[in-house]
């Protein structure tokens, strides 16, 4: 049994490289969807905004909140903005937001690309002449890789927003020495490795939402079944590979 | 008559299960036949061979005396915009209105500008009594129209072969006759077709010769007359059953 799954599991593994590798060779070809790009970042990005906004702010407020208590007991309340705005720009906000995301979009993605293939839409795609991975696949999958990063770059800088109120209400710390701390700790590095986190996480999210959907089987169940199968694959894909990431950013930038 | 679509000693498995056991016959230009058989013997997994949605163990299939059975994804976009397939349940794109359903394959494969293929499309809209559904979605048409704008969809581009799969069925009578008038008047306007159907009297109106699917070889291939007069067992049954 232990043997015939990881059979399956090996299976899927080879399934996914290929599809990343067709959508790579669709990404790089003509014909491109813009139009069908356009209506997916504003989708997967803009309509995303509002909860990335709440979860940054949120964040933001309490971990200043437990850190200014908890190094006030220490004369440490000084270091606050610079803890809470490091680990809101390098772990924080990439992690929350991909994993809001993979629960918001990566779920809905393989629902409705696992709704058209049970109704027969993506055959009627092929049907008429055209190839649905330039239709479906890239236009969310490039649209993910582009929207994730910029996401996860406002929830910090709504974090260390939340941050700055807290910290001037509750630890009488001026705005501009808030500041002022949090540019002198953050680097470009860090805002460059945060987002080059979250495009991979992007990418990871859409195109096992995408393969999911394609492979969606037994009708509107089967639907349903693909999408947990996507968030609960892409949360853990996301967790593991978070520290390997972090890693290697720490070897290239530090 | 010219051969427009041959197909060759087909075999298809699905597993262990055996569907086309050497499958063979031939489309001629301008010709419409019907396809029956009991269900579940491989009538529409046959169309989708022919358009190449499913691949075959075996055999051959020519469009124009060229193989197309054995062509890529991508080379078959091409024929796919000759040869145009109706899906059974209209396989509209439900996120799409009507009128983008039926110019989804003008935007894809033509030059023309905006002005002419919404010409193009009201056109198409009129000859299947939809000129006024083109801004309603997919979800708010009732079966019997969502099976027009999926034959609409399929013949916006002019195609030489239509493959319909069971166009009439679940409609009620009145829907019937409209979908049996788009047909007669996409073979009026030089369109070959392939019908799937268990409605033997639809069949028998439309189409020029019937052939029966059974047993994974074409059992019966006659003119409707000779479908009509057989003394075949087989066929009688069929034709009293159905």
Redesign the interface.
Known sequence: MIKNKLKQDMRVIGDVTLFTKDTFYCMLSRPFYLGRFLEQIIHLGIESLSITIVIGIVTGLVMTLQFGYGLEKFGGTLYVPAIVSLSLMRELAPIFTSLLIAGRIGSGISAEIG??KV???I??I??????PMRVLVVPRVLASILSLPLLATLSAFMGILGGLTIANIEFNMTPGFYVNKVLSTIKLSDVFGSMAKCAFFGLVISILACFRGFETKDGTKGVGSSAKWVVVRTSIIILISDFFLSKILILIFD | MQKILEVKNVFKNFGFKKVHNGVSFDLNLGETIGLLGPSGTGKSVLL?SI?G?EEIDDGEILYHHQRIDNLT??E??????RI??S?Q?G????SDSVFENVA??LF??TKLNELEIEQKVMNVLRIINLEGAKDLMPSDLSGGMQKRVGLA?AMILNPEILLYDEPTAGLDPSNVELVIDVMKKFKEQGISGILVTHDIPTALRICDRILILKDGVINFNGTTEEFENSNDSFVKTFLKYE
């Open positions: 709704a058209m109704s027969q839409q055959d009627a092929r049907a008429l002449g055209t190839n | 989708r358009i949605l994804e991508v078959l976009y091409k024929i796919r915009t145009s397939y899906f349940n396989a509209l794109f439900d989804y394959p894809e494969h969809r």
